[in-house]
T-cell receptor, first 114, second 118 residues
Framework: DSGVTQTPKHLITATGQRVTLRCSPRSGDLSVYWYQQSLDQGLQFLIHYYNGEERAKGNILERFSAQQFPDLHSELNLSSLELGDSALYFC?????????????FGEGSRLTVL | AQKVTQAQTEISVVEKEDVTLDCVYETRDTTYYLFWYKQPPSGELVFLIRRNSFDEQNEISGRYSWNFQKSTSSFNFTITASQVVDSAVYFCALSEAKGSSNTGKLIFGQGTTLQVKP
């Protein structure tokens, strides 16, 4: 158990809908990262938040947004969903804005768009 | 641009065989970090090892060993005496660095699916 909690574990929805994925980082970790794993794109970095502030953006679509709240949990909002958004979305956390250690990944939220 | 290539898409071995998973990376950074992660059928990503670019010492952890060679930009992973429980997808990853620290933005390879048959 990495200590990173993601909910929901599975989510099935329809095209055009909006969903919110939630992540609770390990206790004490201030950084949260979101990654997307899809069959065609593989594992890709989406976005990084540190103590409530956005620090880095990767290949995140404009239809997607994220935020980190004062209690350090993070939410990834996906809107106007398309079939291609079906993927496993991982959250990871680490102690600082930068570090020399590993990222701790959650078990992922599997999104299926029908 | 940074890139990680895992040329082996799938590998199948019989239990107790040794197997090496290849990883080749590209980066212009002088400081960077390399990782291996395991993704078992259950789906979670399990950290295996981290290496920084200044430490070329090979590492052994039980049946696992890693060979880091900057001269060939490779960071290969060997499982000795493979077991059925080693069946998983293995990812090699490279991270951007700011100063001496890992930014947490990992660039993953496409992964190698390892099947260990009894």
């Amino acid at each position: 158990d990495s200590g990173v909690t993601q909910t929901p574990k599975h989510l099935i929805t329809a095209t055009g809908q909006r969903v919110t994925l939630r992540c609770s980082p390990r206790s004490g970790d201030l950084s949260v990262y979101w990654y997307q794993q899809s069959l065609d794109q593989g594992l890709q970095f989406l976005i990084h938040y540190y103590n409530g502030e956005e620090r880095a953006k990767g290949n995140i679509l404009e239809r997607f947004s994220a935020q980190q709240f004062p209690d350090l949990h993070s939410e990834l909002n996906l809107s106007s969903l398309e079939l291609g958004d079906s993927a496993l979305y991982f959250c990871a956390s680490s102690l600082g804005v930068a570090n020399t250690g590993e990222l701790f990944f959650g078990e992922g939220s599997r999104l299926t768009v029908l | 641009a940074q890139k990680v290539t895992q040329a082996q898409t799938e590998i199948s071995v019989v239990e107790k065989e040794d197997v090496t998973l290849d990883c080749v990376y590209e980066t212009r950074d002088t400081t960077y970090y390399l990782f291996w992660y395991k993704q078992p059928p259950s789906g979670e990503l399990v950290f295996l090892i981290r290496r920084n670019s200044f430490d070329e010492q090979n590492e052994i952890s039980g049946r696992y060993s890693w060979n880091f060679q900057k001269s060939t930009s490779s960071f290969n992973f060997t499982i000795t005496a493979s077991q059925v429980v080693d069946s998983a997808v293995y990812f090699c990853a490279l991270s951007e660095a700011k100063g001496s620290s890992n930014t947490g933005k990992l660039i993953f390879g496409q992964g190698t699916t390892l099947q260990v048959k009894p």
